[in-house]
């Protein structure tokens, strides 16, 4: 079993900066990539960004040049930096890991982000 747990959600006005934090622990045996998703009320669940263990992004169209994606290999732990913020970008924002061999996928909980216009 892997916990995820994020932190760094909040209200912030447009314009403003937040960072998301999630932190991984319990069977973990090599994480090979890490990703954040969204999802909007009454929206399908979209990805944002992802990072993998040779440290290559993707960043959603939307966020590109707003959010950075990094993670910390000694802490398991990835971040997601995100300036500019847009009402738009209004939503719970999830982790996931692929984790292991088999790629096994782990969630976190949630982290809402309201940006107020």
């Known amino acids: 079993q892997v916990q995820l747990v994020e932190s760094g959600g909040g209200l912030v006005q447009a314009g403003g900066s937040l960072r998301l934090s999630c932190a991984a622990s319990?069977?973990?045996?090599?994480?090979?990539?890490m990703y954040w998703y969204r999802q909007a009320p009454v929206k399908q669940r979209e990805l944002v960004a992802g990072?993998?263990?040779?440290?290559?992004?993707y960043y959603a169209d939307s966020v590109k040049g707003r959010f950075t994606i990094s993670r910390d290999n000694a802490k398991n732990t990835v971040y997601l930096q995100m300036n500019s913020l847009k009402p738009e970008d209004t939503a719970v924002y999830y982790c996931?890991?692929?984790?292991?061999?088999?790629?096994?996928?782990?969630w976190g909980q949630g982290t809402q982000v309201t940006v107020s216009s």
């Open positions: 990072i993998t263990s040779a440290d290559s992004t």
């Open positions: 996931n890991i692929k984790n292991g061999p088999s790629w096994d996928d782990s």
């Open positions: 319990g069977s973990i045996f090599s994480i090979n990539a």
